[in-house]
């Protein structure tokens, strides 16, 4: 079939074939490039969102840390100059750090010996007699609005209490959701002995909300790409913060069947940062994430874990539009280009080759008496093959046209 073609055709097909396989070739190395280029940039905004998170979090229960141990020294202090102690001193100290810190919603001390009391207020006794100076801060953003709350023994039956009690030692809860003073708050507790001379004295803590990191993870203004979502993870992979606030305080494998679940608590265990395939059970569709694991502060043997992840789907819009966009501009340049050479050699070629077969044809008839006359090419103007083609066509044929003119009178004679 392409045998049967005219050689402008044959010409503009060929040229057309090779810039096809060129551009398609250009774009698909453009496209592969673009692409994987785009999947690296989109791990590292994952991963840098995952350590800003973090050094977030990071940075408040620093803080808290820091309020507790300001606070068990100025109390360590007032142990030491008094023998019966005074709880106006004591609650001047609990509530100038309460106040000093927005991250904390309650504050509370326990001293062992209550001995060194004299009349102690009933809200300070627990159910079971002890102990419990638990203050809180209602309003967070401002200063004042302390106040001093009935003490309760579950603040003190809490595994982090328990372990500052038993082994002498900074604890920190679970994140999960408390009740106190028939309020409930998502907070996380952490409890520091006090101790003199080696002596366990009582312990102080502090219940820091999360509600403020709730909201800093879960803006959507802070997303990087369409339809991401942010966690807090506790030890275990215990949720402390996510959209999806039905799963908090439960364990991340309990809620997610998936098998990029277990291998979220396994990286945790093992404080891995890196980059892995989930699927969240909010959604069910492929994500990319990024997992930063840091301690609560220097020091601590407590770990928690920031997961930032983004659908597939949303970091491969941009890659989807650079291809869409490379192969629509593929298409226009390549018809652009079929364009002007059609035009081109159809001009320069084909009809000046049609011209110089007509001509030959003419002359042929001429030749053979089908005709009177002939006609001589005009495409002299050019210096290429097919103007001295033509050139030389048109001596030939006023040749042979002279002579048989010449026979022809001859013969009349």
Known sequence: MFSNLKIGTKIVAVVVAVIVLGIGVLSAIIAIQSSNTLHKEADKLLQAS????S???????????????????????????QNTLDEARIKDVIEGALDANSWINYMYVHIIDISRFDHINPMLLTETNKF???LNDTDLKTKGGVK???????????????AALENKEEG??????????????????????????????????????????????????????????RLLLGADGLIAVSPATEFIGKNITDINPHPSAKLLVELQKNQTNTLFDFIPATTGNSNRAALVNFNLWDGSNDYWSIVTMAPVGSIQMPIQKLIFSIVIGSLIVLLAIALIVFVYINKAVSLRIVNLQNNLLQFFKFINHETKDTILSKDTKNNDELNIMAKAINENITKTKNALEQDTKAVEQ
Do not use: C, W
């Open 50 to 53: 995952a350590f800003r998170y």
């Open 55 to 81: 050094n977030i979090v990071r940075g408040s229960t620093e803080s808290v840390h820091a309020t507790l141990l300001g606070a068990e020294s100025a109390i360590d202090q007032i142990i030491a100059e």
């Open 132 to 134: 419990l100076m638990l």
């Open 148 to 162: 001093l709350v009935q003490a309760d023994d579950r603040v003190l039956n809490q595994r982090s209490v328990k």
């Open 172 to 229: 920190v809860g679970r994140p999960q959701k408390f009740v106190i003073n028939n309020e409930e708050i998502l907070a996380y507790n952490i409890a520091i002995p006090i101790t003199r001379n080696g002596k366990l004295v009582g312990v102080i803590g502090a219940l820091a909300g999360l509600e403020s990191l709730q909201a800093e993870l879960t803006d959507p203004e802070r997303s990087v790409f369409k339809d991401d979502q």
